[in-house]
């Protein structure tokens, strides 16, 4: 990747804490700021601490409580125009929800240089 990662702020939002734990110590790893949270309102008050809106959003398919990664990117997508990528152990689900194109799908398990690749691929575009 290109551009200066420690500028770039990416929100990752999955409701396994393990999960979720992962995927920010890898990001963090990779030199990218990281907000981390297991809910819709937890990135939105998380951000709005942080004062700025995010480069990218990382967001798990199925969410607690029945929500959906599609409804929070797009609610996420409202207030911030920018990229996202959908994370799913559910190989056909997300594509019933994928009409929008308003992000790119990666399945579970992730494999980190499938990751990386998309993060660039989205930063970039």
């Known amino acids: 990747m290109k551009a200066p990662r420690a500028s770039k702020l990416v929100v990752v939002i999955e409701d396994d804490p393990l999960v979720l734990e992962a995927t920010g110590g890898l990001l963090r790893s990779w030199g990218f700021q ?3 949270a ?12 942080h004062g700025r809106r995010p480069d990218l959003i990382v967001c798990d398919y199925r969410l607690s409580e029945g929500a959906k990664g599609v409804d929070v990117i797009e609610r996420l997508q409202s207030a911030f125009k920018i990229p996202a990528l959908l994370i799913s152990g559910d190989a056909a689900a997300p594509l019933a929800d994928a009409d929008s194109g308003s992000y790119n799908l990666l399945h579970k398990p992730l494999d980190a240089a499938k990751l990386r690749a998309a993060l660039a691929d989205a930063l970039l575009a």
């Open 34 to 36: 990281v907000v981390a």
């Open 38 to 49: 297991e809910s819709h309102a937890e990135a939105v008050a998380q951000l709005a601490k």
